[in-house]
């Protein structure tokens, strides 16, 4: 869904063919995210025959054929930034699968499992730090914002694992008490 | 590189209350690391820095600093350890509120008995507070009494730079500012120990993490910092178009 806004709000400053929406997209994400170009020349069949854009001249070699936003597609852009994104919260890592099992089988080794995930996501920050870092550097402050949206969702993780830890490590703890 | 700090199966016991105590810690830091100690509060991770710091001595086990066994000393000994070879930086400054900040740069050097005074001024310019050397602490913001605690801290060229929970007293702002500072430091020779519970600040400059529970060490992580291309570190993700 939203590379097709994405397309649609690259549209919005100037007309452009696929390829310099392809390369402005991947220049906007900053290389967070890779588009194929068929993926791109699909989306704007889409969002043509959905009459959301409109092609710039004759239809020639469609790697030269140029678009621009028609009205409807400039209505249906504004009001997709007005809306929240209040759908499911997405969790697409692994680690959410692992630690049901590895609750649910025995010898699932529940410690090391979080004692490993900790440690990658401590990489993960490293790496994020650095990643905010060049950002600010290349002026690219829209980018920086979203790795730090990435390292407060990081720092996060990494406070779960701590939670996850210790409440394993009390409930040991609790049962050689007894 | 060399070892510069060494603690053999350390272990500190509280007479009544287990908060903060040690138990069995073995670990050691080589000169030039920057390491972060991390851990929930009560885990003893700022008893280790004070046990480092010969301001708390263990009850079993030995710590020792520059090769020196901090056991050895006795109180005068541990007190010259400590001002030769330790800058401490804490939480709330404990900037003395009598004195400007100048003075209070220049305190461990007086007690030193060397004058320290061009050394305190290139040490406040470095740290980018050279124009308020003549106020006292209660005129300073946050962000600079931390810094000049950190020049007080660096005035005798210590050997080690430990500091616990130097961001936790400071707004995100100033907070970035000293993490920087002490990652310049870092990067200058310094060989510095950090108490935080912030993650993202603490893993900016350390590569090294120790993660403290129950007075016990349970992972020391040595993180890599390789070049990496931005979608191997975030990948965004939208629904692939399929309509």
Redesign the interface.
């Known amino acids: 869904m939203s590379l097709k806004y994405g397309v649609l709000g690259l549209l919005k400053a100037e007309p452009l063919h696929g390829y310099e929406v392809k390369n402005r997209f991947e220049s906007m994400l900053g290389g967070t995210w890779e588009v194929n170009i068929g993926q791109i020349y699909t989306t704007l069949q889409r969002l043509e025959r959905d009459g959301l854009v409109r092609p710039l001249g004759p239809r020639g070699d469609r790697g030269k054929l140029q678009y621009e936003l028609s009205a409807e597609g400039r209505k249906a852009l504004d009001e997709w930034l007005a809306q929240p994104d209040s759908g499911p919260q997405q969790l697409h890592e692994e680690i959410y699968v692992k630690l049901l099992l590895a609750t649910r089988i025995a010898n699932g080794d529940l410690p090391g499992l979080l004692a490993r995930q900790k440690r990658a996501y401590l990489q993960r920050l490293r790496d994020l730090n650095r990643l905010e870092e060049r950002a600010r550097r290349d002026g690219r402050i829209d980018l920086a914002r979203l790795v730090r949206g990435a390292l407060l969702h990081t720092e996060a993780d990494l406070k779960w694992m701590d939670e996850l830890s210790s409440e394993h490590f009390g409930a040991a703890e609790g049962a050689r008490m007894e | 590189m060399s070892e510069l700090v060494r603690l053999t199966d350390v272990t500190k016991v509280y007479q009544g209350g287990i908060t903060g105590a040690l138990n069995g810690v073995s670990v050691s830091v080589e000169k030039g690391e920057f390491t972060a100690i991390m851990g ?1 509060s009560g885990s003893g991770k700022s008893t280790m820095l004070n046990l480092v710091a010969g301001l708390d001595r263990p009850t079993s086990g030995s710590v020792s600093v520059g090769g020196t066994d901090l056991g050895k000393l006795g109180e005068a000994g541990l007190a010259r350890f400590r001002r030769d070879h330790i800058g401490f930086v804490f939480q709330f400054f404990y900037l003395l509120p009598n004195l400007t900040a100048l003075e209070n740069v220049l305190i461990p050097a007086q007690l030193k008995g060397s004058p320290g005074t061009e050394r305190a001024r290139d040490l406040l310019d470095q740290l980018g507070i050279k124009d308020v050397g003549d106020r006292y602490p209660a005129r300073l913001s946050g962000g600079q009494q931390q810094r000049v605690a950190i020049a007080r801290a660096l005035i005798n060229n210590p050997t080690l730079l430990l500091a616990d929970e130097p961001t936790g007293a400071l707004d995100t702002h100033s907070g970035e500012h000293v993490m920087e500072l002490l990652g310049q430091l870092h990067r200058d020779g310094q060989t510095i120990l950090l108490v935080t519970h912030d ?2 600040l603490a ?2 400059n350390a ?1 090294r ?1 120790l ?1 403290v ?2 007075g016990k060490i ?2 020391d ?1 040595r ?3 390789p070049e ?14 399929s ?1």
Do not use: C, H, Q
Not at chain 2, 231 to 236: H, K, L, N, T
């Open positions: 929930p993650a993202k893993t900016r590569a993490v993660s529970m129950d349970v992972d992580a993180l890599e910092s990496r291309a931005p979608s191997e570190v975030i990948r965004v993700r939208g629904e692939e178009a309509r």
